[in-house]
């Protein structure tokens, strides 16, 4: 199975520039999440859904939106992209957000906002 | 909020054991979780710990103290492709999940 694919694999963006980070997972989790993994900080939760139809704010969510019209799809937006937004992003998935159920991650996506 | 600590760099002896500590401040706990990281690639589940205790598995195993805030994952009979960084990460009640920003651990020949 794929399990989680993120795209794109990478991208160099021009500040001021919008920009939407793919997530598709087909294990059927009704919990999706993103985060941001930077030196030194390790992984900041951005926005997660506990299901499809239902968003909400992480850590650190300014900047970011996300959508969940689906069980299968996250996508994340970036409306203005800026230099410090330059980070590689993880989605991850669950099946439940409860009991022992693991969060499960995507490769990433490295995005460079110049 | 959570506040997660551990170490920021281990190095160990291939064939040895390397114990990585992390401690935690919580509001509201609900599980903990250590996962493994290469370079360049995905996080992945390694355990998983909710009650006070011991969890083994295989070469590796984690331990909770839930009223100390303080876990650790044990790496036994080290080899070079356990060269990784391994994340500490603790769940809230709201099911959430707060990351420590890793340990490296570099294992040498």
């Known amino acids: 199975t794929a399990g989680i694919t993120q795209a794109p694999t990478s991208q160099i963006l021009a500040a001021g520039r919008s920009m939407t980070l793919r997530c598709t997972q087909d294990?059927?989790?009704?919990?999706m999440y993103w985060y941001r993994q930077d030196l030194g900080l390790g992984l900041r939760l951005i926005h997660y859904?506990?299901?499809?139809?239902?968003?909400g704010k992480g850590e650190v969510p300014d900047g970011y939106s996300v959508s969940r019209a689906n069980t299968d799809d996250f996508p994340l937006t970036l409306a203005s992209a800026v230099p410090s937004q330059t980070s590689v992003y993880f989605c991850?998935?669950?099946?439940?957000?409860?009991?022992?159920?693991?969060?499960?991650f995507g490769p990433g996506t490295r995005l460079t906002v110049l | 909020g959570q506040n997660i600590d551990q170490p920021t760099e281990m190095t160990a002896t291939e064939g040895a054991i390397v114990q990585i500590n992390c401690t935690y401040q919580?509001?509201?706990?609900?599980?903990l979780f250590w996962y493994q990281q290469h370079a360049g690639e995905a996080p992945t589940f390694l355990s998983y710990n909710v009650l006070d205790g011991l969890e083994e598995k295989g070469r590796f195993s984690s331990f909770l103290s839930r009223s100390k805030g303080y876990s650790y994952l044990l790496l036994k009979e080290l080899q070079m492709k356990d060269s990784a960084s391994y994340l500490c990460?603790?769940?809230?009640?709201?099911?959430?999940?707060?990351f420590g920003a890793g340990t490296t651990v570099t294992v040498r020949a």
């Open positions: 294990m059927r989790h009704n919990a």
């Open positions: 859904s506990n299901t499809a139809g239902t968003t």
């Open positions: 919580t509001s509201g706990f609900n599980g």
């Open positions: 990460a603790v769940r809230d009640r709201d099911y959430k999940l707060s």
């Open positions: 991850a998935s669950s099946d439940s957000s409860g009991g022992a159920n693991t969060q499960y």
